[in-house]
């Protein structure tokens, strides 16, 4: 512990006091700058800060403004672009900014969600992980490469939960708790923003999408979403406020109703919680195109009154949806909008470009040098192997086939997905125009390959497409399985299966690749699977049957380096569930922090009048925090130093883990708490602390988990954030199905 004399802490206060008025100081004056600037404008330059439009790369969304923006930028009536992509084109389209009157800057935001050149697995993989650190990282390296690239603003981290594996934007978030949903999204803000705004190494944040878009009925996107207050509050909100307190600079509100009000146009939401309660001082961004959907949900009459709603609600920027640019000015002059509530929004846009530094310098992102260093950064690909190997999870070794050894085998490595290239990136990758992806990713086929040690041989057919009927490979690939002594499978789902816009009803492997798992299987050679996917998928037949199962999600650019690292055991597995897997659709939605009922069902029996179906079990095939090691984990000694707390008292609770197995591994310790009596029913279970422990064979460790008032508090009865005094359980375990320690204690007062 670090301990300072007393002059030595009067410097300390004296230095931080320094640092903060610095930063006061600093903020002051860009507000005057702003304010200086805002003066200047008129009514049409001040609507153009509000206008965003996608640039010449793929559009995300329904392109609205057919034609070329050159003209509007320089007419100052457009503030911010997507989908400019390059030092090169970014700085051309802001040397055109840069002839307008005011010569404001462009802002230019892009879609960086799991890397930028060098593509990071995706945001649900990266939660497996349980790594904060290596998710910043992830976060952090990302944001060099965008910004050296131009990009000022990525549209990330999404931190809506998501119970719903329909739902094709599953794969972009950090699964269903919303405990780790909030770790998470601070981490990943973090890792954006760098160590400030300003940095050309640091990209602003946005946190999306506001709010309950995670929620949208049926898991089809864009759907409505009826949720009370208290799940509102409880489960969606928090991850938000998370990325808020790590200092995201936007928000992006959401495509969805929420009970009836469209979230771009939710006064509730905007003004009142984020703006309001929560003192969001950045600016909202809309959804591509969201403010214009008013007028199909039913909620404005036309394009002018989406305008009204939005500005109104608090939307800062319109996204694509020309509702601002073509209808402000006359809410403006028929009164109906009035100037101060543009003018806050122009603030808020016109903060940021100074915060960037953009007014000092325009083209300071925009360095074709620097690009070209930061986009071939040998660690990059080191960082996103890490990360690879860290997001698989091992969901079966029975009998214990993996890890494989590299020499002396033959290897039939079989399925559609072996030499995919990129899909191996997933959805909501960049693709530089200039980039050889062929070169550039490498695919499980080659990953495997290049790991062959001596008098091993690797055997290949595709044995079925990913999707259709056609069952015409099966017979080559038996072939090769017979003559091998394990056969390793990659199916699963076609990157562009999961994503936006990319609801499936039906979340089964696709086509008919269980039945060729089957086919392989009846050869009675030892079977490894490997699933990719942007989601959970439904595979209970292979679940049953096959000896190993690594669920690979999409794991990005260093993809098949990453499956070899874990399949000839150089890495060992350690990531878990962030998300539950069901056995049917019927089940959903299904997360592990259900509350019990008045008629819980015990041990997954189905008994009469119990809370079950009458054809399934409750449990799902793989419960949220499951995943296995090649090593074994045991848990012991529980101690806790005391049985009873009050008032700001903190509880230690501590416990050994030994390693069992053969092979040093992490093992990933889990906290769970219980309320077992409240003013509102509490959940049968809420993760509350997780520990990463690295041990050798044979060694055993000592953890702690310190637990507080706050980790006991909840939205009570009148949705106010408190802990109630009572019992609570205490659980500790490798997932939130299998626990291995348990205890209680009291909070008295
Ligand atoms: C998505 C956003 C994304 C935006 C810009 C929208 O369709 O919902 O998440 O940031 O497009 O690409």
């Given at each position: ?568 055991g150089a890495h060992n597995p350690s990531a878990r569930l962030p998300i539950s897997f069901p056995r049917a659709e019927g089940q959903i939605p299904i997360y592990y922090n259900h509350f019990n009922t008045g008629r819980p069902v015990s041990a997954d029996t189905q008994d009469a009048f119990k809370s079950g179906y009458i054809d399934l079990q409750n449990s799902p095939q793989y419960p949220f925090g499951f995943g296995l090691s090649y090593s074994d984990f045991e848990y012991a000694d529980l101690k806790q130093d005391r049985q009873k707390i009050a008032g700001q008292d903190k509880l230690t609770v501590s416990l050994k883990v030994s390693n069992t197995g053969r092979l040093a591994g992490d093992e990933l310790v889990q906290l769970y708490l219980r309320d077992r009596v409240a003013s509102v029913v509490r959940p049968v279970k809420e993760l509350r602390g997780f520990r990463r422990i690295h041990l ?54």
């Open positions: 512990m670090l301990v300072l004399d007393s002059k030595q802490a009067r410097h300390c206060a004296a230095a931080l006091l320094l640092f903060t008025l610095t930063l006061g100081a600093k903020a002051q004056t860009l507000q005057d700058k702003a304010e200086r600037l805002l003066q200047q404008m008129t009514v049409e330059e001040k609507i153009g800060q509000l206008t965003q439009y996608s640039g010449d790369w793929r559009a995300t969304g329904p392109v609205t403004f057919k034609g070329n923006h050159e003209e509007g930028i320089r007419g100052g009536q457009i503030g911010a672009m997507l989908n400019v992509l390059g030092a090169n084109s970014t700085r051309a389209y802001q040397q055109i900014a840069m002839q307008s009157r005011l010569k404001i800057p462009l802002l230019f935001g892009q879609d960086v969600i799991h890397g930028y050149k060098t593509t990071f697995p995706i945001p649900l993989a990266e939660a497996a992980s349980f790594d904060l650190e290596a998710i910043e990282r992830s976060a952090r390296i990302a944001a060099t490469e965008a910004a050296a690239s131009g990009v000022h603003w990525t549209f990330a981290p999404m931190v809506d939960i998501a119970r719903d594996p329909r739902w094709g934007r599953v794969m972009e978030g950090a699964g269903e708790d919303s405990w780790l949903g909030s770790k998470i999204a601070y981490a990943r803000v973090k890792g954006f923003q760098g160590r400030q705004l300003g940095d050309t190494d640091a990209v602003m944040a946005t946190v999306k999408h506001f709010a309950a878009y995670g929620a949208a009925a049926a898991g089809r996107d864009y759907n409505s979403v009826d949720m009370s207050e208290r799940m509102l509050w409880e489960t969606y909100l928090p991850p938000f406020k998370a990325a808020l307190d790590a200092g995201a600079a936007t928000f992006m509100n959401a495509f969805n109703d929420l009970n009836g009000i469209p979230a771009s146009g939710s006064q509730y939401l905007q003004r009142e919680i984020l703006k309001g309660r929560w003192g969001f001082s950045g600016f909202v961004v809309s959804d591509w195109g969201s403010i214009g959907e008013m007028v199909p949900h039913g909620y404005a009459k036309d394009a002018r009154g989406a305008a009204l709603a939005a500005i109104k609600a608090g939307s800062d920027m319109d996204m694509e949806s020309n509702a601002y640019r073509n209808h402000l000015g006359s809410l403006i002059a028929d009164g109906l909008v009035p100037a101060t509530l543009l003018d806050d929004a122009v603030r808020r846009i016109l903060r940021k470009k100074f915060e960037l530094g953009l007014f000092d310098d325009p083209y300071r992102f925009s360095d074709a040098k620097r690009e070209l260093a930061m986009l071939n950064q040998p660690a990059h690909r080191q960082a996103a192997r890490d990360m690879a190997a860290k997001s698989i999870v091992l969901l079966k070794n029975k009998p214990r086939i993996l890890p494989l050894s590299a020499s002396g085998k033959t290897i039939a490595f079989i399925g559609p997905l072996v030499k995919a290239v990129e899909d191996n990136l997933g959805a909501w990758s960049v693709k530089l125009p200039d980039v050889d992806y062929s070169k550039f990713i490498v695919s499980q086929w080659e990953g495997v390959k290049n790991r062959l040690g001596p008098g091993s041989k690797l055997l290949y057919a595709k044995g079925c497409d990913i999707e259709g009927e056609r069952r015409d490979g099966f017979k080559e690939a038996v072939a090769a399985a017979l003559q091998a002594d394990v056969v390793v499978v990659s199916v699963g789902e076609s990157a562009g299966m999961s994503g936006e816009a990319k609801s499936r009803a039906r979340i089964g492997l696709p086509g008919v690749q269980e039945e060729l798992i089957k086919a392989l299987h009846a050869t009675g050679k030892p079977i490894v699977v490997l699933i990719n996917a942007g989601r959970p998928l439904i595979f209970n037949w292979t679940a049953e049957h096959a000896h190993a199962i690594l669920y690979t999600w999409w794991l990005g650019s260093e993809a098949g380096n990453a499956i070899a690292d874990v399949l000839f050798q064979p044979g060694q055993t460790r000592e953890l702690s988990f310190v637990i507080d008032r706050e980790q006991l508090s909840f939205f009570n009865e009148r949705l106010q954030w408190a802990a109630e005094p009572g019992e609570f359980d205490l659980m500790i375990g490798a997932s939130s199905a299998d626990i291995r320690l348990r205890s209680s204690f009291e909070l008295t007062e």
